[in-house]
């Protein structure tokens, strides 16, 4: 795959410089450096060290990637929310792992993306999982074609400039309209599995906002401003309020058998078009019907 660039800076200034600030790391250059890729400058092949100038043309190749001979193609279908020549988002189904386990092998959201890349016939065939959801969480996950791809999203990723909003039906009557939950979150000392508000946890900020009341629930809107592991869920267990359906942080439901939560909205300045990318994952089936149970409770 190339990538293309313009320069339109007056000023000079390196092409490592500039690589850098396009979030290229320096283990991307590496493999473009290595393993078959390759820097220019107006056609004609550069080092990192090269001096760019106003109207120069960048083109950066990088090395065809090969699938992971471990994971198996699913020929399951993807509910695909946005696609270009960089990224694949796509509304995961509940049920369904975001990668492969030792309990989740061959039908997980990796095993599809893999599946749907050897349909296409893409070049670049390995698997680049930027966000996960819990098997039980439905909603919006993106995926990466490349691994420069990947890279970029990541950096955003880290920087808490990728806004993830969800959907959440907790099992108790919210009285505030809008508010945060600030509370540190670290492991459960008997499990590598759940987590716990505990005050050597890493700092987790959850912000909500009320959307309709119910007389025994509430529909909430949710933002994260960090991405801890289960922090939607060990946040709102936190307060007494757990999410409906969520047995691990809470009680197991008569009526609903997985934890009511959505990822249904992606926000970010896409790292290549530098456009702002927004995109909508729909509420589920079960999760209608559960909203209009509940409305007639």
């Given at each position: 795959m190339?990538?293309?660039?313009?320069?339109k800076?007056?000023?000079p200034?390196t092409?490592k410089?500039?690589?850098k600030?396009?979030?290229?790391?320096?283990?991307?250059?590496a493999?473009?450096?290595?393993?078959g890729?390759?820097?220019?400058?107006?056609g004609e092949e550069?080092?990192?060290?090269?001096t760019?100038?106003?109207?120069?043309?960048?083109?950066?190749?990088i090395?065809?990637e090969?699938a992971?001979?471990?994971?198996?193609?699913?020929?399951k279908?993807?509910?695909?929310?946005f696609?270009?020549?960089?990224?694949?988002?796509?509304?995961?189904?509940?049920?369904?792992?975001?990668?492969?386990s030792?309990?989740h092998?061959?039908?997980?959201?990796?095993?599809?993306?893999?599946g749907?890349?050897?349909?296409k016939q893409y070049?670049?065939?390995?698997?680049?999982?930027?966000t996960?959801?819990?098997?039980?969480?439905?909603g919006?996950?993106i995926f990466?074609?490349?691994?420069?791809?990947?890279?970029?999203i990541?950096?955003?990723m880290?920087?808490q400039?990728v806004?993830k909003?969800?959907?959440v039906?907790?099992s108790?009557?919210?009285t505030?309209?809008?508010?945060?939950?600030?509370?540190?979150?670290g492991?459960?000392?008997?499990?590598i599995?759940?987590?716990?508000?505990?005050?050597d946890g890493?700092?987790?900020?959850?912000?909500y906002?009320?959307?309709?009341?119910?007389?025994?629930?509430?529909?909430?809107?949710v933002?994260l401003?960090?991405?801890?592991?289960?922090?939607?869920?060990?946040?709102?267990?936190h307060i007494d309020?757990?999410l409906?359906?969520?047995?691990?942080?809470?009680e197991?439901?008569?009526?609903?058998?997985r934890?009511?939560?959505h990822?249904?909205e992606?926000?970010?300045?896409?790292?290549f078009?530098?456009?702002?990318?927004?995109?909508?994952a729909?509420?589920?089936?079960?999760?209608?019907?559960?909203?209009?149970?509940?409305?007639?409770?």
């Amino acid at each position: 795959m190339i990538i293309e660039w313009k320069y339109k800076e007056t000023e000079p200034r390196t092409l490592k410089a500039f690589l850098k600030e396009k979030k290229v790391s320096k283990k991307m250059l590496a493999k473009v450096k290595f393993s078959g890729g390759q820097l220019q400058v107006n056609g004609e092949e550069v080092r990192v060290r090269h001096t760019l100038n106003a109207g120069d043309t960048i083109r950066m190749s990088i090395p065809i990637e090969p699938a992971n001979p471990h994971l198996k193609p699913s020929e399951k279908s993807l509910d695909i929310l946005f696609e270009d020549e960089y990224y694949l988002i796509v509304n995961k189904p509940a049920g369904v792992a975001s990668v492969p386990s030792s309990t989740h092998r061959e039908d997980t959201m990796a095993n599809r993306i893999r599946g749907y890349i050897e349909k296409k016939q893409y070049m670049h065939k390995t698997v680049h999982v930027v966000t996960r959801l819990d098997r039980d969480t439905s909603g919006a996950m993106i995926f990466a074609k490349n691994a420069l791809a990947h890279s970029m999203i990541d950096q955003n990723m880290r920087k808490q400039e990728v806004e993830k909003l969800y959907q959440v039906i907790i099992s108790d009557v919210m009285t505030e309209n809008h508010s945060f939950i600030e509370a540190p979150i670290g492991r459960t000392t008997d499990s590598i599995i759940t987590r716990k508000v505990r005050i050597d946890g890493k700092p987790s900020l959850t912000e909500y906002w009320v959307e309709e009341r119910f007389n025994n629930a509430t529909l909430v809107k949710v933002k994260l401003h960090t991405g801890r592991t289960h922090q939607i869920r060990v946040h709102f267990s936190h307060i007494d309020c757990p999410l409906l359906g969520d047995d691990l942080y809470g009680e197991k439901s008569g009526y609903f058998y997985r934890q009511a939560l959505h990822c249904s909205e992606l926000t970010f300045k896409h790292p290549f078009t530098e456009q702002l990318l927004q995109v909508y994952a729909p509420l589920p089936n079960d999760l209608n019907e559960l909203i209009e149970a509940l409305r007639g409770k």
